[in-house]
């Protein structure tokens, strides 16, 4: 029995691979469309297997942060400041007041911390006033670099819109701030790319978005915190923490984040700059999302990445180094260490959820993204089209493996034990190896639905299109090429598609002349014509052309359609030389024969056109449109102005430059196009060019480039010598006639295009 299905595996993947790319294509199209509804659950799947494999694949087990140590306002400090009696009459209950904060500061810098994070506010003064004092006494004689958290609240007052920079200017707050002042140190310069930043606001019990402002720190602390930053949570619909925003507006003024506003100091950055899916930061390039958010690379819970250290020794430290005696401290243990401040005992802040733990301190998300910013090892989200096309390969796969095993328990367990397993490997994969996040909902429901689909798939019709392409091609292209599309399966979109291609006009020079020698023997006209088409068109088929239309003696040709032929700028020019050369053998038969001379004149541009078939219900061709075709019957028309027989656009040059040798004619712009460009003349297949007519071109560009520089006397000079030697030059005589009428005439306003007329 194996061996039976082996032998017609084969076979059935040739017959029917149509149909399994069919399933596969609808089945990622409806799980494309579920995922951008959010549609089936998938968003919450999707947070589902990031979670999973965030930490499964991410965990790193080894010794804490070197940079980062916090102190934690744990349970020990409460308990110890509560019991001690000269702290509970100094710093009085939680929130303790900002004297405490000041021996805090005051330790930290005698111990050489780098800078200090407070993740939380100091927007409430003191009864007093004189701990606040106290606290910014210590800032400006320390000198050490503090970044404070900044709040929002709905009822705060709107701050008025500055010109930020960074650093602000040093302000003189005296006894009171003035609000212009305050959102001078507070906002932050931030170049956003084009992107909308997201909005300080928050959802009331009512589904209504309410806007919130920044609540300001105490005003001794503006003039003596070295950064402020926002320090509200970032999460997930679910109420997850798993990513950041770096920088938030209120409508008026930019704010970034808490880490933001250390890192930006560390770094030495003026600005926050996004553009594209890059974040600049100083010296420091991250990753971002297209929206300017971030994931964050957790790496373990907070306990597993950093050293903890509780306010309650620092503040015992400091007590002791005040009576002469030892602190207790690790020698250099946070020397050079950047220190964040924050709660880590139940109930003094909201408790945060990550993928890592379901309940952790608020500070664990401002402790990852400040690491995260220092390592430079966001997680950010794959290209959508990557995920679309693992969706797609998954689909791909699911539909070939079970259209062409066909067999009940393989289909059983792909459905319900490779699939979500498969995407789930591979998610983590992408993730420890690329810190990627690669979407694995979008493949899951993509492989799922193609499965079902391919099992349906076997009992419904078979795939005709392939007749009816063979007989609708066979009218344009040789019969072979037909077969090859049809076999690589290469099957054109019959109703339109944008693609790069490349588009041949030729026609007769004077053919109206030409015919009229034939005004009484039209028969013999016509026998002519069909014999010079038969000619040139068998040259262009040749080349892999399809031909589009025949308009009296013009031949249009197509060249990257319908079979997608990467070298379709070089097929053209190919083909362009080859009904040259055709149209040469002709012209020698027909003087033997008497009869008039012809010239053809070619025209090819390569561009991104609507290729497709077009028409009525009772004719339709397949042709190409848009402004790429105009320019390549334009460019066919050019050759008169310039005596030249073949003209190519910039695109196919620049594509086939290597294959081909040309002569730069000029620049030139289309009637109705405000834009100029660069129009060449094909002359032969790279190596084949004669020396005589190499000599030519390079005493044109010679000129050529004297003539854009104006110097019209010393061009003439160069192209009359030229042309004594080479007189049947058509574009050196040209251009001559040129530099003459302007050295006689000299223009008034040039800019060294020519104006190709219509």
């Given at each position: 029995?194996?061996?039976?299905?082996?032998?017609?595996?084969?076979q059935?993947?040739?017959?029917?691979?149509?149909r399994?790319?069919?399933?596969?294509?609808?089945?990622?199209?409806v799980?494309?469309g579920?995922w951008l509804l959010g549609?089936?659950?998938?968003?919450t799947?999707e947070?589902a297997?990031y979670d999973?494999?965030?930490?499964?694949?991410?965990?790193r087990?080894?010794?804490?942060?070197?940079?980062?140590?916090?102190?934690?306002i744990?349970?020990?400090s409460?308990?110890?400041?509560?019991?001690?009696?000269?702290?509970a009459?100094d710093f009085?209950?939680?929130?303790w007041?900002?004297?405490?904060?000041?021996?805090?500061?005051?330790?930290?810098?005698?111990?050489?911390a780098?800078?200090?994070l407070?993740?939380?506010?100091?927007?409430e003064?003191s009864?007093d006033?004189s701990?606040e004092l106290?606290?910014?006494r210590?800032?400006?004689?320390r000198r050490?670099?503090?970044?404070?958290g900044v709040?929002?609240h709905?009822?705060?007052a709107?701050?008025?819109?500055?010109?930020p920079?960074?650093p602000?200017?040093?302000?003189?707050f005296g006894?009171?701030a003035?609000?212009?002042?305050?959102?001078?140190?507070l906002?932050f310069?931030?170049?956003?790319g084009?992107?909308?930043?997201?909005?300080?606001?928050?959802e009331?019990?009512?589904?209504v978005?309410?806007?919130h402002n920044?609540?300001p720190?105490?005003?001794?602390?503006?003039a003596?915190a070295?950064g402020?930053?926002?320090v509200?949570?970032e999460?997930?619909p679910?109420?997850?923490s798993?990513?950041?925003r770096?920088a938030?507006?209120?409508?008026?003024n930019?704010?970034?984040t808490?880490?933001?506003?250390?890192?930006?100091?560390f770094?030495?950055?003026?600005?926050?700059v996004f553009s594209?899916?890059t974040?600049?930061?100083?010296?420091?390039e991250?990753?971002?999302?297209p929206?300017?958010s971030?994931e964050?690379?957790?790496?373990?819970?907070?306990y597993?990445r950093?050293?903890?250290v509780p306010?309650?020794?620092?503040?015992d430290?400091?007590s002791?180094?005040?009576q002469g005696?030892p602190?207790?401290?690790?020698?250099?243990?946070?020397?050079?260490?950047?220190?964040?401040i924050?709660?880590t005992?139940?109930?003094?802040?909201?408790?945060?959820?990550t993928p890592?733990?379901a309940?952790?301190?608020g500070?664990?998300s401002?402790?990852?993204?400040?690491?995260?910013?220092?390592?430079g090892?966001?997680?950010t989200?794959?290209?959508?089209?990557?995920?679309?096309?693992?969706?797609l390969?998954?689909?791909?796969?699911?539909?070939v493996?079970l259209?062409t095993?066909?067999?009940?328990t393989?289909?059983l367990?792909?459905?319900?034990?490779a699939i979500?397993p498969?995407?789930?490997?591979?998610?983590g994969?992408?993730?420890?190896l690329g810190r990627?996040?690669?979407?694995g909902?979008?493949?899951?429901?993509?492989g799922?639905?193609?499965?079902?689909?391919?099992?349906?798939?076997?009992?419904l019709f078979a795939n005709?299109?392939?007749?009816f392409?063979?007989?609708?091609?066979?009218?344009?292209?040789e019969?072979?090429?037909v077969?090859?599309?049809?076999?690589?399966?290469?099957?054109?979109?019959?109703?339109?598609?944008?693609?790069?291609?490349?588009?041949?006009f030729s026609?007769?020079r004077?053919?109206s002349?030409?015919?009229?020698?034939?005004?009484?023997n039209?028969?013999e006209?016509?026998?002519?014509?069909?014999?010079?088409?038969?000619?040139v068109?068998?040259?262009?088929l040749r080349?892999?052309?399809?031909?589009?239309?025949y308009i009296?003696?013009?031949v249009?040709?197509?060249f990257?359609?319908?079979?997608?032929?990467?070298?379709h700028?070089?097929r053209a020019?190919?083909?362009?030389l080859a009904?040259?050369?055709?149209?040469?053998?002709?012209?020698?038969?027909?003087?033997?024969?008497?009869?008039?001379?012809?010239?053809?004149?070619?025209g090819?541009?390569?561009a991104?056109?609507?290729?497709g078939?077009f028409?009525?219900e009772?004719l339709?061709?397949?042709t190409?449109?848009g402004?790429?075709?105009n320019?390549a019957?334009?460019l066919?028309?050019?050759?008169?102005?310039?005596g030249?027989?073949i003209?190519?656009g910039?695109?196919?040059?620049?594509?086939?430059?290597d294959?081909?040798?040309v002569r730069?004619?000029?620049r030139v712009?289309?009637?109705?196009?405000a834009?100029?460009?660069?129009?060449?003349?094909l002359?032969?297949l790279?190596?084949e060019?004669?020396?005589?007519?190499?000599?030519t071109?390079?005493?044109y560009?010679?000129a050529l480039?004297?003539y854009r520089q104006?110097?019209?006397a010393?061009a003439a000079?160069?192209?009359?010598a030229?042309?004594?030697?080479?007189?049947e030059?058509?574009?050196t005589?040209?251009l001559l006639?040129r530099?003459?009428?302007?050295q006689?005439?000299?223009?008034?306003?040039?800019?060294?295009?020519?104006n190709?007329e219509k």
């Amino acid at each position: 029995m194996a061996s039976v299905i082996l032998k017609f595996l084969p076979q059935r993947l040739r017959n029917h691979l149509s149909r399994m790319l069919g399933v596969a294509v609808v089945s990622t199209a409806v799980a494309t469309g579920c995922w951008l509804l959010g549609a089936l659950g998938l968003p919450t799947l999707e947070r589902a297997l990031y979670d999973r494999a965030l930490t499964t694949f991410t965990r790193r087990i080894r010794s804490q942060s070197p940079d980062i140590v916090v102190v934690a306002i744990d349970q020990s400090s409460l308990d110890g400041i509560r019991s001690n009696p000269t702290y509970a009459r100094d710093f009085g209950p939680y929130p303790w007041n900002h004297l405490l904060w000041a021996r805090v500061m005051e330790e930290l810098s005698r111990q050489g911390a780098r800078a200090v994070l407070f993740d939380g506010v100091m927007d409430e003064p003191s009864n007093d006033g004189s701990a606040e004092l106290e606290l910014a006494r210590v800032l400006r004689e320390r000198r050490l670099p503090v970044y404070l958290g900044v709040a929002t609240h709905p009822m705060a007052a709107p701050l008025p819109k500055v010109e930020p920079v960074h650093p602000p200017p040093v302000q003189d707050f005296g006894e009171g701030a003035d609000s212009l002042a305050v959102a001078q140190v507070l906002a932050f310069p931030v170049r956003t790319g084009g992107r909308t930043l997201p909005r300080l606001e928050s959802e009331s019990l009512l589904r209504v978005r309410q806007p919130h402002n920044l609540v300001p720190p105490i005003t001794p602390l503006l003039a003596e915190a070295k950064g402020f930053g926002l320090v509200e949570g970032e999460v997930d619909p679910d109420g997850i923490s798993r990513r950041t925003r770096f920088a938030y507006s209120d409508g008026t003024n930019a704010y970034v984040t808490l880490p933001v506003a250390a890192a930006a100091d560390f770094f030495g950055a003026t600005e926050l700059v996004f553009s594209g899916r890059t974040l600049r930061l100083g010296q420091r390039e991250l990753r971002v999302n297209p929206d300017g958010s971030a994931e964050l690379d957790f790496g373990g819970s907070l306990y597993e990445r950093f050293r903890i250290v509780p306010v309650m020794a620092l503040l015992d430290a400091w007590s002791l180094r005040q009576q002469g005696r030892p602190t207790g401290f690790e020698e250099d243990s946070l020397r050079d260490r950047i220190v964040v401040i924050g709660p880590t005992a139940l109930g003094l802040s909201t408790p945060a959820s990550t993928p890592f733990a379901a309940f952790v301190p608020g500070m664990s998300s401002q402790l990852t993204v400040l690491e995260n910013i220092f390592s430079g090892r966001f997680i950010t989200e794959a290209p959508f089209g990557v995920s679309l096309l693992f969706a797609l390969g998954l689909a791909v796969l699911s539909a070939v493996l079970l259209m062409t095993v066909r067999s009940p328990t393989l289909e059983l367990a792909w459905l319900l034990l490779a699939i979500v397993p498969l995407v789930f490997l591979i998610m983590g994969a992408s993730l420890a190896l690329g810190r990627v996040h690669l979407l694995g909902a979008l493949p899951v429901t993509a492989g799922l639905l193609a499965s079902l689909g391919a099992m349906a798939s076997n009992h419904l019709f078979a795939n005709r299109q392939a007749a009816f392409i063979r007989e609708a091609f066979s009218r344009y292209m040789e019969p072979h090429l037909v077969e090859q599309m049809i076999e690589e399966n290469q099957l054109p979109k019959l109703d339109g598609e944008e693609r790069e291609l490349t588009a041949f006009f030729s026609d007769i020079r004077g053919f109206s002349s030409f015919s009229e020698s034939f005004q009484h023997n039209p028969r013999e006209l016509v026998r002519i014509l069909n014999w010079y088409l038969t000619r040139v068109s068998s040259a262009l088929l040749r080349e892999g052309g399809c031909l589009d239309k025949y308009i009296g003696d013009a031949v249009v040709c197509l060249f990257g359609a319908p079979i997608n032929h990467s070298d379709h700028a070089v097929r053209a020019c190919r083909g362009a030389l080859a009904a040259q050369a055709e149209v040469t053998r002709m012209r020698e038969e027909l003087r033997e024969k008497d009869l008039p001379d012809v010239y053809t004149r070619i025209g090819i541009n390569t561009a991104r056109l609507f290729v497709g078939n077009f028409g009525s219900e009772q004719l339709f061709d397949y042709t190409a449109m848009g402004d790429g075709m105009n320019l390549a019957s334009r460019l066919e028309g050019a050759n008169k102005s310039y005596g030249s027989l073949i003209m190519i656009g910039p695109r196919t040059y620049e594509l086939a430059r290597d294959h081909i040798e040309v002569r730069e004619l000029d620049r030139v712009r289309v009637a109705g196009k405000a834009e100029a460009v660069t129009v060449y003349e094909l002359l032969a297949l790279k190596g084949e060019l004669p020396a005589e007519k190499r000599w030519t071109v390079k005493r044109y560009h010679e000129a050529l480039e004297l003539y854009r520089q104006q110097h019209f006397a010393e061009a003439a000079g160069i192209l009359a010598a030229q042309l004594s030697e080479d007189p049947e030059d058509g574009p050196t005589a040209v251009l001559l006639e040129r530099c003459r009428k302007y050295q006689e005439h000299p223009p008034r306003h040039f800019d060294g295009v020519a104006n190709l007329e219509k």
